[in-house]
Nanobody
Framework: QVQLVESGGGLVQPGGSLRLSCRVS????????IAWFRQVPGRGREGVSC????????HYAGSARGRFTISRDDAEHTVYLQMNNLKLEDTAAYYC????????????????????WGQGIQVAVSS
């Protein structure tokens, strides 16, 4: 059973940076695509970034492109989301998700492709 554990969230001022980590266990990370989603209360889960299995090319939502960078370290069983120049509107609970053969592309995220989820971690951007 795939298990995902997020870490690295917290409170940061606008313009600041955070790096989220998603540690994967229960299977080989290299066989999975990994995505980051976020959610604010009252709204649906929004795709932020994803990376396919066996590929290091990141794909991003429009709101994340140019500010966020996804990377994977299969040897460390971890996927990272480096978030720079954070804005107030980036405040949300962030979730990592895994899928065996998900569609991973810019701007479009198919929620049903991601079959395993972490518990989520809070990111708060505030002055």
């Amino acid at each position: 059973q795939v298990q995902l554990v997020e870490s690295g969230g917290g409170l940061v001022q606008p313009g600041g940076s955070l790096r989220l980590s998603c540690r994967v266990s229960g299977t080989t990370l290299s066989s999975l695509g990994i995505a980051w989603f976020r959610q604010v209360p009252g709204r649906g889960r929004e795709g932020v970034s994803c990376v396919s299995s066996g590929d290091s090319t990141g794909h991003y939502a429009g709101s994340a492109r140019g500010r966020f960078t996804i990377s994977r370290d299969d040897a460390e069983h971890t996927v990272y989301l480096q978030m720079n120049n954070l804005k107030l509107e980036d405040t949300a609970a962030y979730y990592c998700a895994a899928g065996s053969s998900p569609r991973c592309r810019d701007r479009v995220f198919y929620l049903s492709d991601w079959t395993s989820w972490g518990q989520g971690i809070q990111v708060a951007v505030s002055s």
